[in-house]
Nanobody, 129 residues
Framework: DVQLVESGGGSVQAGGSLTLSCSASGSNIRYNCIAWFRQVSGKERDGVAV????????HYADSVKGRFTISEDNLKNTVDLQISGLSLNDTATYYC???????????????????????WGQGTQVTVS
């Protein structure tokens, strides 16, 4: 089974940048959708970016387009989320997730129903001040 571990969270100043990393172990993540979700305290968890592992297929939530970049390092079996122009609204717990790919059309999508998530990471906190 795949295990996902996030890292890179912390406290940052508004306007700054941050890179979160999702490290996968236990099995290869190729041909799966690897997504980043975020959850603001008291609100639902929302998918913000997703990549189809082994391809260039990516999708972003409208709210983060132009500021978030998801990328994969096949050798390290990691998926990173680069965030620029951080604002207070980006304060949240960020989760990495392995999502069941869809059949037909694009294998990954935004928004992502939580029922399609097969594996969650433990989350990493990002606090912007």
């Amino acid at each position: 089974d795949v295990q996902l571990v996030e890292s890179g969270g912390g406290s940052v100043q508004a306007g700054g940048s941050l890179t979160l990393s999702c490290s996968a172990s236990g099995s290869n993540i190729r041909y799966n959708c690897i997504a980043w979700f975020r959850q603001v305290s008291g609100k639902e968890r929302d998918g913000v970016a997703v990549i189809y592992s082994g391809s260039d297929i990516t999708h972003y939530a409208d709210s983060v387009k132009g500021r978030f970049t998801i990328s994969e390092d096949n050798l390290k079996n990691t998926v990173d989320l680069q965030i620029s122009g951080l604002s207070l609204n980006d304060t949240a717990t960020y989760y990495c997730a392995l999502v069941q790919p869809l059949l037909g059309g694009s294998p990954c999508r935004i928004p992502i129903p939580e029922r399609d998530v097969r594996i969650w990471g433990q989350g990493t906190q990002v606090t912007v001040s």
